[in-house]
């Protein structure tokens, strides 16, 4: 199987990089630095004994990435699956980004992963294949922090039911994850008010479910239950969650 994989040089995406390399699966690797993709490429490559590719690409400056994914995959087999952990947040989104801040997150979290898979999708229906996105339990509730990164990751855990609305798994296997808390550089030193799981430990869920149909998940599982819990709280409750 030949598998796109966007936001692959760091986080969960090096790690679905992998483990999907380690499964036995031809790669394109998407990201926004060109060595360092070159390098990770090479090693799967030598590991695992799989075809790699890569494309480096600023998706906050590309009015159609789609497109160039779809040139770099020329003469590589037709993908089957299309996996898009890329993500991208502020500190500074509080309320307070200029536009051209807006702008960023947004050709990130939404516009980037939905062209994308615009883009792909008559291979992967050709080919009845699979597309992962990846949401966030920032979306779970509107909050004063991460203001345009949640609504972004709303908007399209929405595109994604869309997708699973308009074609049955038989055709097109629509998968989306909710992540919790994962450990990253971004969450290095941070006080967090739950554990954060292991990118690998997360990796290897996510490509283990690449057979399966098409769900909506939370990940870790458990996360289900934290997010049921936000949304059940009264306003002046949740009103007084600040931090």
Same mark, same amino acid.
């Given at each position: ?21 380690r499964n036995?699966?031809d790669? $394109? ?7 360092d ?9 030598l590991?695992?004994?799989v075809?790699?590719e890569?494309l ?17 995959l ?9 996996l ?10 509080d ?9 960023? $997150? ?6 980037a ?15 009845r ?24 990751k709303?908007?399209l ?5 869309? $997708?699973?609305h ?5 055709? $097109? ?5 909710r992540?919790?808390f ?5 969450t290095?030193?941070m ?13 290897r ?18 996360w ?20």
């Amino acid at each position: 199987m030949t598998a796109v994989v966007v936001g692959a040089s760091s986080g969960l995406g090096r790690a679905l990089a992998v483990e999907l390399a380690r499964n036995g699966h031809d790669l $394109l690797l998407v990201a926004s630095d060109a060595r360092d993709l070159a390098v990770m490429a090479a090693d799967l490559h030598l590991r695992y004994a799989v075809r790699t590719e890569s494309l480096a690409i600023d998706l906050a400056a590309s009015a159609n990435p789609g497109a160039r994914i779809l040139e770099a995959l020329d003469g590589l087999p037709s993908p089957q699956a299309l996996l898009l952990p890329v993500g991208m947040s502020r500190s500074d989104d509080d309320g307070s980004l200029a536009a051209a801040g807006i702008g960023q $997150l947004l050709a990130i979290n939404l516009h980037a992963p939905i062209a994308i898979a615009h883009a792909l999708l008559p291979a992967l229906l050709d080919a009845r294949g699979v597309i992962v996105g990846f949401g966030s339990i920032a979306g779970a509730r509107g909050r004063s922090r991460n203001i345009v990164y949640a609504a972004a990751k709303r908007g399209l855990q929405t595109y994604f039911e869309s $997708l699973r609305h308009g074609h049955l798994p038989s055709a $097109l296997r629509v998968q989306f994850h909710r992540l919790g808390f994962l450990r990253s550089n971004l969450t290095f030193g941070m006080k967090l008010p739950l554990p954060a799981a292991e990118p690998e430990a997360v990796a290897r869920t996510v490509v283990a479910s690449l057979g399966q149909g098409s769900f909506t998940r939370y990940q870790p599982r458990w996360w289900g239950l934290v997010a049921l819990l936000v949304q059940c709280l009264p306003w002046f409750v949740f009103r007084r969650m600040r931090d």
